[in-house]
């Protein structure tokens, strides 16, 4: 049974634009979040947002073209994605856990994960 599911990835030119969905039972109110991993590298942070309010965090190679956004009623994240680069091309994994940790960007402490959605911006 998988906890989490992404949709919206593709292919696009770079400048453009791209919006990534997640939904699924480990749909968590506290904390959902993005991650994303390039052939031949570590899994990096990306983004999360904290509920039950909307504070969000971002990884400095995004901030200011990427927004977090959820739906608690539909149980869905989406993570909004502008002027993307060839540099974010990667497969891109939500993920979720039940209480907010200070060291929010590392992989280890999500409890819940996604199967993951390409997102491809040629050179």
């Known amino acids: 049974q998988v906890d989490l599911v992404e949709s919206g990835g593709g292919l696009v030119a770079a ?3 791209l919006r990534l969905s ?3 039972r480990a749909f968590s109110v506290p904390v959902m979040g993005w991650f994303r991993q390039a052939p031949g590298k570590e899994r990096e942070f990306v983004a999360i947002i904290r509920g039950p309010g909307t504070q ?3 990884a400095d190679s995004v901030k200011g073209r990427f927004t977090i956004s959820r739906d608690n009623a539909k149980k869905t994240v989406y993570l909004q994605m502008n002027n993307l680069k060839p540099e974010d091309t990667a497969v891109y994994y939500c993920a979720s856990r039940s209480i907010f940790n200070v060291q ?3 992989r280890i402490h999500y409890t819940s994960w996604g199967q993951g959605t390409q997102v ?3 050179s």
Do not use: L, M, N
């Open 104 to 106: 929010y960007w590392r």
């Open 120 to 122: 491809t911006v040629p």
């Open 22 to 24: 997640c939904t699924g």
């Open 15 to 17: 400048g453009g634009s």
């Open 56 to 58: 969000t965090y971002y």
